[in-house]
């Protein structure tokens, strides 16, 4: 099995060792201390021995900040993580809405003229540091540069991972290492650049072809490299991790040691993204006197468009996933019916993980999870990002909407699917809400839109019909999906902040949700591929894009009020669970095509 289901850590772990850390802060002559979840390559995953702020606060969201003071912690969540980091964490922490409440707000509010305030240039961007010194401005608070204070008290934290790297077939990824780092190298050249720094592990992986095992979910090597004008590369990264492959020419592997000489080196103009790389980089850079040119990584835009290779991948990574979708529905159905009509029968939200991820394997061609299953019933449906352990395994009841977020890695691509299903009859307010959400979905899915349009014109599509009842959610309407890379990948996003504009070969997640804390929580998710589209019979002779929907899953018609619903949007829905028929029933048991008859039957 993949997933665990031990709960990694302990609210009552969290008081003594922040006594410990302002101890540490005292002797270092400052009096707060800044503690990011990031690492040193910027990325949203991190490998265990940079769990920082989980293993001071008790909170393992995936993003997130604590400020520590010496009487006060305040640990900065946004609105998927807000219920979550209540839970998690001591009341020695104060949970704060970022972005409702700013650091830069908190620190003035809390901190005294002349404060310093600590923070390890390796785990925070240019950017970051630059806002929030502009934003501290007047205030009497200023940041100072520190060795890492958590590392210094961390005893027993778990050593650097050492995951043996793969390649990537060039018949899956559609185009070799060589050219694209000839594409890059002529971006440089052309901008009078003589080399760019590249920190995130997928970026890295994507130019390179290469794979790796050193994060959880996320099958990339982490490493850091210098991309010359010239097409060179210079990767930082431990030997013992490529012994299964052979680096193409032009690419020198070197210790992890010789990074930071080598930054120095360097002769400019030099590529830095001051989004995603470290300021520890760019103070070395500086103190080098190399001059500097911010400008965005030059792999995340050709990394975002897939290849046709790519694209072809990710339809049989879906339609594989699908299957074992179907699988799993129909037994998660048979099982609320009997949780429905006998008390005794017993269903936890463990049970429903396992039983999901079973499925998955079973073809064998499961590399990992694309994330830890998200399987909540009832009011832990609630909790955006939830995570069953074995303290927080709750047993399924009638009555209960199960919300299940779950994806699988596999060689030819990544996938990421909602579905949220009724154990036994479910309430009125639970169906209107699915049906809303399920309105915002549907008119994603169906939009065109003209060449130019960003993710944040989009994102009120999916939220209008919720709108109209006085209903939201609190996070993104979708982000991007990689290539049997990260399940999150950007910068191509449906977000009310997002101005990349949409292009063809984008792949993204489109899944509006409701949340009532305390009750329940609904999400529907299906990936998007972006593809070049027709204008609608009379329309403007524009350049048009469309979205060719990924994921084959049929939607619980059970909770759907049809009626609710328009004739265009009905008609969307059948005919979407038309093809998801036609092209599942072939492939799954006698059993799982009996049952996916009846749940993708027209309203």
Known sequence: ?????????????????LLALRAALAAQGVQGWLLPRADAHQGEYVAPCDERLAWLTGFTGSAGMCIVLPDAAGLFADGRYRVQARMQCADAFTVLPWPDTRHADWLREMCPNGALIGFDPWLHTPDEIETLEQDLAGSGVTLKRLPNQIDAIWRDRPAPPMGRVFAQPEALAGRSSRDKRADIARVLSDAGQSATVLTQPDSLCWLLNLRGADLPRLPVTQGFAIIHADGRVDLFAHEAKFSDVVLDEGVTLRPPEAFEPALRTLAGPVRVDKHSVPLRIVDLLQEAG????????????????????????ARAAHLRDGAAMADFLCWLERQGEQ????????????????????????????????????????????????????????????????????????????TDITRTIAIGPVGTL??????????????????????????????????????????????????????????????????????????????????????????????IENLLAVRAGDPPDGGDARDWLEFETLTLAPIDRRLILRDSLSPDERAWLDAYHARVHTLLAPIVAEETAAWLKTACAPL
């Not at 990694?8 to 003594?16: I, L, S």
């Not at 990394?303 to 072809?312: C, N």
């Not at 049970?351 to 991820?357: M, N, T, Y």
């Open 339 to 414: 949780v429905a009509h006998d008390p005794q029968h017993v269903l936890t939200e463990i049970d429903i993980a396992r039983h999901l991820e079973q499925c998955r394997a079973r073809g064998g061609q499961l590399v990992d999870l694309s994330f830890d299953t998200i399987a909540g019933s009832g009011p832990n449906g609630a909790i955006v990002h939830y995570r069953v352990t074995e303290d927080s395994n709750r047993r399924v009841i009638a009555g209960d909407l199960m919300l299940v977020d779950s994806g699988g890695q596999y060689r030819d691509g990544t």
């Open 1 to 17: 099995m993949f997933q665990t289901y031990l709960a990694t850590t302990r609210p009552e772990d969290g008081p003594p060792r």
């Open 430 to 523: 639970e169906a209107e809400c699915f049906t809303r959400v399920l309105q915002g979905m549907i008119a994603l899915s169906r939009v065109r839109v003209p060449r130019g349009v960003s993710g944040s014109h989009l994102d009120a599509l999916a939220r209008y019909p919720l709108w109209l009842a006085g209903l939201d959610y609190d996070h993104g309407t979708g982000h991007g999906v990689g290539a049997f890379l990260s399940v999150h990948e950007g910068p191509q996003r449906f977000s009310r902040l997002s101005t990349v504009p949409l292009a063809e070969g984008m792949i993204l997640s489109n899944e509006p949700g409701y949340y009532r804390e305390g009750r329940f929580g609904i999400r």
């Open 290 to 313: 190399t001059e500097i040119r911010f400008l965005q990584d030059p792999c995340v835009m050709p990394k975002a468009r897939k290849t046709e290779a790519e694209l072809a991948g």
